[in-house]
């Protein structure tokens, strides 16, 4: 029964790989891994750089078909959807949406965080300040679905997905979260489901009827077709970032947490001013942890006492590791059940980029271009060191594709690496631009948003 349905969860993840081009947060099925060849070995602004074309401010991820990229912007109060020639780089059209709120939240993330996701023609982008919106190839508005506003400390994080003719959002929040899917068509809502989970940031995984989430010390799944919750793993890290990763049957997802409460006095020391005990809004100011607390902990009243601070102190407690989970179908009930295979117990602490899962080997890269290789069947580490030239801040996730990594720094140095247990360096680039974007892979090209632009480098 086990072997039949590993051989059928994978069909359905090859089958969905080689339908989809990079349509969605980290391309097929969220893997961050091309089956193309032909790539660059370097990104070379004189050698291999095909075009470069300014674009509006974000840090979304850029997303393909077969003629356009897509991205999102923020500017002036507006909320912009991109569509570029995929050829050329040309700006074809921009569309935008007044901003209707601002949300205080982690300065890492942004209005135009979130990654649109495409079907091949239409685009569909989601703004934690907006909802969902929906353009053609042609710019030409189709729906919108607003939504919001949302009780997330750092902002919501999590990019939609397609699931047949659904687009699926997660929104994982202090108050009310749930799971929502809409029409693709017209925007309508099909189902909205309740979630347990707390705040969240990973976008989730689709494969066959199964929406696929990782959030606030949970493994989860819900049903494409109804929203209801098909099973629930607990025991995962209780902040969890970055994205899960399915691989087979094999999930692989980590997260923050912390053995022991971290002590209010020392911040109190700090930015107590008046000395009176507690933080009000004068002393913690736009710090969005602070924030957090003083809005959604005890009374709500905007004042941050001992108390308030150990009971999000009690919030955070849990394990600080990387964990694979394999999914089996139970013989008897017919349902899905997950299974614990190996777990690495590390600190992942201001860990944003998703992990990788390439040829056997898993990679996760950490502030300071510390790049870690793993074996994916055991969770055994095979080489731990620093991406030299690239070792500054990390928020794009790794991507691999013909044999190599592609890894982007928060500076804008841009590591290509020999993908293997034992990884090495084989060229890095100094863009001399912000970069938190995760790159897109297809066809031997690398498409990368910077703060400034869009380029594709390739052949």
């Known amino acids: 029964m086990y072997r039949s349905f590993a051989v059928s969860l994978v069909a359905l993840f ?40 300014v674009v509006r401010p974000g840090k979304s991820s850029p997303v393909l078909t077969n003629l356009h990229v897509f991205l999102t912007g923020a500017e002036d109060g507006k909320l912009y959807t991109q569509c570029f020639d995929r050829k050329t780089g040309k700006l074809l059209w921009e569309r935008a949406e007044p901003q209707p709120r601002t949300e205080v939240v982690n300065t890492l993330n942004h209005s135009a965080a979130i990654t649109p996701v495409t079907d091949g023609e239409n ?31 750092m902002g919501i994080g999590a990019s939609p997905i397609l699931a047949g003719d659904s687009i699926v959002v997660v929104i994982d929040q202090i108050d009310d979260s749930y799971i929502a899917a809409f029409d693709r068509r017209n925007g309508e809502i099909k189902w909205k ?17 199964e929406i696929i989430t990782a959030s606030r010390g949970m493994l989860g799944a819900h049903s494409v077709t109804s929203g209801k919750r098909l099973y629930t ?65 005890g009374n709500r009243d905007l004042v941050i006492t001992q108390e308030k601070w150990d009971a999000k102190q009690r919030k955070v407690l849990g394990p600080n ?14 349902g899905m059940e997950a299974h614990e295979l190996w777990r690495y117990d590390k ?45 500054g801040g990390y928020s794009a996730s790794p ?25 090495k360096v084989l060229s890095v ?26 380029y594709r480098f390739g052949r």
């Open 123 to 153: 685009v569909y982008s989601f703004f934690k300040e907006y909802g969902l919106i929906s353009y053609d190839a042609s710019g030409k508005l189709r729906w919108k679905a607003p939504l919001g506003p949302f009780t997330n400390v």
């Open 321 to 334: 590791a990387m964990v694979a989970m394999r999914l089996d179908r139970n013989a008897k009930s017919g």
């Open 233 to 297: 793993k607990l025991g995962m890290p209780t902040a969890i970032v970055a994205s899960p990763v399915l691989v087979g049957d094999t999930v692989y997802l980590f997260g923050y947490g912390s053995e022991d409460p971290a002590p209010f006095a020392p911040r109190l020391a700090r930015l107590d001013k008046n000395g009176d005990g507690k933080l009000t809004a004068d002393e913690y100011g736009t710090d969005a942890f602070l924030l957090g607390i003083a809005k959604y902990e």
């Open 347 to 391: 600190s992942f602490t201001s860990v944003i980029p998703s992990l990788l899962h390439y040829q056997n080997v898993i990679y996760f890269v950490k502030n300071g271009g510390i790049l870690t290789s793993m074996d994916a069947k055991s969770g055994t580490v095979l080489k731990a060191g620093r991406v030299e030239g690239a070792l």
């Open 429 to 454: 680039t100094d863009l001399g631009e912000p970069c938190y974007a995760t790159p897109a892979l297809s066809q031997g090209s690398v498409f990368l948003r910077t703060g400034d632009a869009l």
């Open 14 to 53: 090859l089958s969905a790989t080689s339908a989809e081009d990079w349509n969605r947060f980290r391309g097929p099925n969220g893997a961050g891994v091309s089956k193309d060849t032909g790539f660059p070995s370097e990104l070379s602004l004189e050698k291999n750089m095909r075009w470069r074309t």
């Open 399 to 423: 991507v691999a594709a013909d044999g190599k990594l592609y890894l982007a720094s928060e500076d804008g140095s841009i590591a290509v690496l020999q993908a293997g247990a034992e990884w």
């Open 193 to 209: 489901t309740a979630r347990d989970e707390s705040d969240g940031w990973g976008t989730a995984l689709h494969v066959g009827n």
